[in-house]
């Protein structure tokens, strides 16, 4: 099955940029970010289809964040700009198998990376 495995992340001022990866398996599938704050429910912000197409993004990160894979690499990304304190979280990438037209359906990802910290000050 799909396997995830993530890197980068870290702590970034106010107003500045990280970009997370995550390694992928070959295929084609729903790919997505989520975060996750202590006492909070993991908030899907990105997804996007490995096959092409059906991007979409929370209210709250639209404009600053790009999601995005590298299928030659098999890598997924989440590039973070104009980074404000309430990004601070948790983040994960995530997979599930599925058609396009179900990628936005966040609660529906069962496949999930390690996740890396990202702290905004």
């Known amino acids: 099955d799909v396997q995830l495995v993530e890197s980068g992340g870290g702590s970034v001022q106010t107003g500045g940029s990280l970009r997370l990866s995550c390694a992928a398996s070959t295929g084609t599938y729903c790919t997505g970010w989520f975060r996750q704050v202590p006492g909070k429910e993991r908030e899907g912000i990105a997804s996007?289809?490995?096959?092409?197409?059906?991007?979409y993004y929370v209210t709250s990160v639209k404009g600053r964040f790009t999601i995005s894979h590298d299928n030659a690499n098999n890598a997924l990304y989440l590039q973070m700009n104009d980074l404000k304190a309430e990004d601070t979280a948790t983040y994960y990438c995530a997979a599930r198998r599925g058609a396009r037209w179900q990628c936005s359906t966040m609660n529906s990802y069962d496949i999930w990376g390690q996740g890396t910290q990202v702290t905004v000050s």
């Open positions: 996007t289809y490995t096959g092409g197409g059906s991007t």
